[in-house]
């Protein structure tokens, strides 16, 4: 369009600027009869004729062409600097965040535990427990066999649990865990210093560890349930809301790891392709 209303002819471009009024009536004459109907705008042509023929044309026109062009910008994901241990320490935290459901499951249990030992029992169970201990020795731990129902291989199975040991242990994991989620606190910030390596291999050992310890507190609860006496009932303690926390930590904190393996593996096949992080 704008070729079709300037070259009109008779315009001289030595005279085109001094001459401009007598050039503007001209191009707006020859732009009627090219785009009957179209608005005509004369501040528009007095830019060409500065552009085209004016002492500093090929100024104007750079400075035109330089606000045109597009400035190539960085976008997608080889772009984002994406941080793996902020992902790892994140998916940690949520991990962590079972600590208060595990100390207070481990306390029930306990007081579950006193309840059962406190109970009558018959002649049959006392000389059981008499030729056990005869057995096992004075310092024998307090072990009680539980049944879990597992997973892969869709069959129930039966595991000795020393119940002071293994409480002990939860308390220990959940006064850790409780130090991770403390961002004042010193396990926190040797956490942040972690390299992502370490923080990977943390996570992954203590989802496993997490696991077992969830079993094992659901077999225990389980097992009390059915081993307390009609009327000791009423003073048993559940954890079914504990156990239902600790599940969804467990499972919020395995989200997160998939999230990171998959933006983990995302970032090197970009690397191989040659748009890895810089």
Same mark, same amino acid.
């Given at each position: 369009?704008?070729l079709?209303?300037t070259e009109?002819?008779?315009?001289?471009?030595?005279?085109?600027?001094?001459g401009r009024e007598?050039?503007?009536?001209?191009?707006?004459?020859?732009?009627?009869?090219?785009?009957?109907g179209?608005?005509f705008?004369?501040?528009?042509?007095?830019?060409?004729?500065?552009?085209?023929?004016?002492?500093?044309?090929?100024?104007l026109?750079?400075?035109?062409?330089?606000k045109?062009?597009? /400035?190539?910008?960085k976008?997608?994901?080889?772009?984002?600097?994406?941080?793996?241990?902020?992902?790892?320490?994140d998916?940690?935290r949520?991990?962590a965040?079972?600590?208060r459901?595990?100390?207070?499951?481990?306390?029930?249990?306990?007081?579950?535990?006193?309840?059962?030992?406190?109970? /009558?029992?018959?002649?049959?169970?006392?000389?059981?427990?008499?030729l056990?201990g005869m057995?096992?020795?004075k310092?024998?731990?307090l072990?009680?066999?539980?049944?879990?129902?597992?997973?892969?291989?869709?069959?129930?199975?039966?595991?000795p649990?020393?119940?002071?040991?293994?409480?002990?242990?939860?308390? /220990?994991?959940?006064?850790?865990?409780?130090g991770?989620?403390?961002?004042?606190?010193?396990?926190?910030?040797?956490?942040?210093?972690?390299?992502?390596?370490?923080?990977d291999?943390?996570?992954?050992?203590?989802m496993?560890?997490?696991?077992?310890?969830?079993?094992?507190l659901e077999?225990?609860?389980?097992?009390?349930?059915?081993?307390?006496?009609?009327?000791?009932?009423?003073?048993?303690?559940g954890?079914k809301?504990e156990?239902t926390?600790i599940?969804?930590?467990?499972?919020?904190a395995?989200q997160?790891?998939?999230?990171?393996?998959?933006?983990?593996?995302?970032?090197e096949?970009?690397?191989k392709?040659?748009?890895?992080?810089?």
């Open positions: 369009m704008r079709g209303i009109t002819r008779g315009i001289v471009p030595e005279r085109a600027v001094s007598d050039v503007l009536r001209q191009i707006r004459k020859r732009f009627a009869a090219e785009f009957p179209k608005p705008y004369p501040e528009l042509i007095h830019e060409i004729i500065d552009e085209d023929h004016g002492p500093n044309g090929g100024e026109r750079n400075a035109v062409l330089a045109l062009t597009v /400035k190539e910008t976008s997608g994901p080889a772009s984002q600097q994406v941080s793996f241990s902020a992902m790892l320490l998916a940690i949520s991990l965040a079972a600590s459901y595990l100390e207070e499951a481990s306390q029930k249990l306990s007081d579950n535990n006193i309840l059962l030992q406190s109970r /009558k029992m018959s002649l049959f169970e006392r000389l059981k427990k008499w056990g057995h096992l020795g310092n024998s731990a072990t009680y066999e539980v049944e879990y129902f597992d997973i892969t291989t869709s069959s129930s199975k039966r595991e649990i020393p119940f002071e040991a293994f409480i002990e242990d939860v308390r /220990k994991h959940a006064r850790m865990y409780g991770i989620m403390s961002k004042a606190g010193t396990l926190y910030r040797k956490m942040e210093m972690a390299g992502e390596s370490q923080l291999a943390f996570l992954g050992k203590h496993e560890e997490l696991n077992v310890m969830f079993r094992r077999a225990l609860d389980a097992f009390f349930k059915r081993s307390v006496d009609n009327d000791q009932r009423p003073s048993l303690r954890i809301i156990l926390a599940k969804n930590n467990m499972v919020k395995n997160k790891k998939h999230e990171y393996s998959s933006r983990k593996e995302e970032a096949q970009l690397k392709l040659g748009f890895g992080q810089t």
